[in-house]
Every structure is written in structure tokens, then in C-alpha cells.
């Protein structure tokens, strides 16, 4: 490994390595300098012994995004809250559900996993298997009564997609007021 490859690959794991000191600290009590000296090659064994993929090349923190996100989120809750809330009222324990298979345009496995954890907080939704080889998340969905609103189910996954990946990705990412991708056109 040359000198230049092995500062990017620590750069790469830095945060990896101030997490697991600083756990190292709690963990003990206090940040006395025993503590942080006997840490320091601890978290340096586990960050180079374990094949950890880097965190910081692949996500871009953006506050002002991030706030956006925060705000969708919110008002996606409010929404499918009142949504569900109105078919319990309505249909019961009739309400009609389904299984929705939504294909994924993010290939990391942090936008997946927001993206996932954004669907599941969701009222309605909830994310029951990832396929990360094939990117497809298969979403429990009520309501999904007919294949009209299975559809539209799909749509706001993507729509989060669109709203987690505008918000952390790191280059070349659709904002969350893009159209559609060109396979849901064709559904």
C-alpha cells in the first residue's frame, strides 16, 4: 500500500476512529490519559483489522437540505397519519394492504437504509425486506386496495428516495421536485 493510498483510506475512516474513541472513553468513565492512550490502538486495530467501507466519500452533509428533509418528512407524517387514521376509521380491520416492490435508484447502502428507515416511520408503510444486490425494497402498504393506490404507494417511496438522496448524496443527485425515473413511466 503506498503512503498516499494509505492517508486517503485513514482519512476515510477518521470518523470511524474518533467514534470508537470516544466510546472507548465512555465506556471507561473518563477521558483520562491512560484511558485515551490504551484507546487510541484499539480503535486503530478495529478500524484496520475489520474491512470496513469509508463513510465520508460517499455523503455530502448539507444543513439547509437536511432541514428540507426533515420538513418532507414531517409533512409526509402528518399525511399518511391522517390517511390511515381514515381507513381504520372507515374500512376497519377490512382495510385492504399490500406488498409493493419498489426498485431503488440509490446505490449506497446509507441512502438504502434512510430511505428504508424514512418508508418505515412513515404511517402505513413499513419496509419488510431490502434486496440490496437487485436495489428493491418490498414495502407493506395500507392503504392498497386496488392497484391504483399500490401505485401511488410506490410513487412516495421514490418521492423519500428522491428527498434522502437530494439531501445526502454526494454528486449528481435529482432534487426531490425531479420527475419520474423512465421504468416507473412505463408501469
Known amino acids: ?32 490519559p491512560a484511558v485515551l492512550l490504551s484507546g487510541v490502538p484499539l480503535a486503530a486495530a ?4 475489520f474491512a470496513l467501507p469509508p463513510l465520508l466519500p460517499r455523503v455530502a452533509v448539507r444543513p439547509w437540505r437536511l432541514v428540507l428533509l426533515l420538513g418532507f418528512m414531517l409533512a409526509d407524517l402528518l399525511q399518511s397519519g ?31 437504509a434512510a430511505t428504508a428507515t424514512l418508508t418505515t416511520l412513515t404511517p402505513g408503510t413499513l419496509v419488510l ?27 412516495e417511496v421514490l418521492r423519500a428516495e428522491r428527498h434522502v438522496t437530494w439531501a445526502l448524496a454526494r454528486t449528481g443527485a435529482a432534487g426531490p421536485g425531479d420527475g419520474p425515473r423512465p421504468a416507473e413511466e412505463a408501469s
Open 82 to 112: 391522517i390517511t390511515v387514521a381514515w381507513q381504520a376509521l372507515r374500512h376497519g380491520p377490512r382495510a385492504r394492504a399490500a406488498v409493493v416492490e419498489v426498485p431503488l435508484r440509490a446505490d449506497t447502502d446509507l441512502l438504502i
Open 46 to 49: 478495529v478500524v484496520r483489522g
Open 129 to 155: 425486506e431490502i434486496d440490496r444486490d437487485r436495489r428493491l425494497l418490498y414495502v407493506h402498504a395500507l392503504p392498497a386496495g386496488s392497484p391504483r393506490q399500490a401505485e401511488r404507494r410506490r410513487r
Open 1 to 32: 500500500m503506498t503512503v498516499p493510498r494509505f492517508l486517503y483510506r485513514t482519512r476515510d475512516h477518521l470518523p470511524l476512529f474518533c467514534w470508537l474513541l470516544a466510546l472507548w472513553t465512555v465506556l471507561w468513565g473518563s477521558p483520562r
